[in-house]
T-cell receptor
């Protein structure tokens, strides 16, 4: 089955700096890669996703890059704000299921 | 939009009680619904996948007789934790998807505490 690894597990950045979270996956058949943001005690919220037919996607301060050959994808948050503090999960989609990474706790220091 | 409603949000009950959790897609038809369990500071662990009108597919290690899943319509799935014990205490979250490799939209989760 699919195996998704995510790094780092924790990340602290100063407000205004950029944050990068990286994930790798094992199943070359996976072709859908969403990123979720989860605040404490709340639901995971989809913030951006990318399919295997593109290498990069951007939505305001958030961007995701995908390297299918190397089987890794990354989340980039620019101009970080305190409200970006949360746990971020990457995921890779197999035929039907999502396989989640272990999460990254991002703290943006004002 | 893609709104998923999950109820109840919080349950506290005695050991041996059965607890039913509902997951509804409010503004779209969900061909597939997923049930996850999340321990504190950990990732989402998939318990089972349910498709409307068919039996749920359980992940390895998840007892199907313990966690009963019903997906009776394209907008409703239920998870029943039967004869719950303290070790079943956890945060359970459902999600719903329009189809394979489509975004999953999550409910608010249910915090289950078994005394």
């Amino acid at each position: 089955g699919e195996n998704v690894e995510q790094h780092p597990s924790t990340l602290s950045v100063q407000e205004g700096d950029s944050a990068v979270i990286k994930c790798t996956y094992s199943d070359s058949a996976s072709n859908y890669f969403p990123w979720y943001k989860q605040e404490l005690g709340k639901r995971p919220q989809l913030i951006i996703d990318i399919r295997s037919n593109v290498g990069e996607k951007k939505d305001q301060r958030i961007a995701v890059t995908l390297n299918k050959t190397a089987k890794h994808f990354s989340l980039h948050i620019t101009e970080t704000q305190p409200e970006d503090s949360a746990v971020y999960f990457c995921a890779a989609a197999g035929a039907n299921n999502l396989f989640f990474g272990t999460g990254t706790r991002l703290t943006v220091i004002p | 939009g893609a709104v998923v409603s999950q109820h109840p949000s919080r349950v506290i009950c005695k050991s041996g009680t059965s607890v039913k959790i509902e997951c509804r897609s409010l503004d779209f038809q969900a061909t597939t619904m997923f049930w996850y369990r999340q321990f504190p500071k950990q990732s989402l662990m998939l318990m089972a996948t349910s498709n409307e009108g068919s039996k749920a597919t359980y992940e390895q290690g998840v007892e199907k007789d313990k966690f009963l899943i019903n997906h009776a319509s394209l907008t409703l799935s239920t998870l029943t934790v039967t004869s719950a014990h303290p070790e079943d205490s956890s945060f359970y979250i459902c999600s719903a998807s329009r189809g394979p490799q489509q975004p999953q939209h999550f409910g608010d989760g249910t915090r289950l505490s078994i005394l």
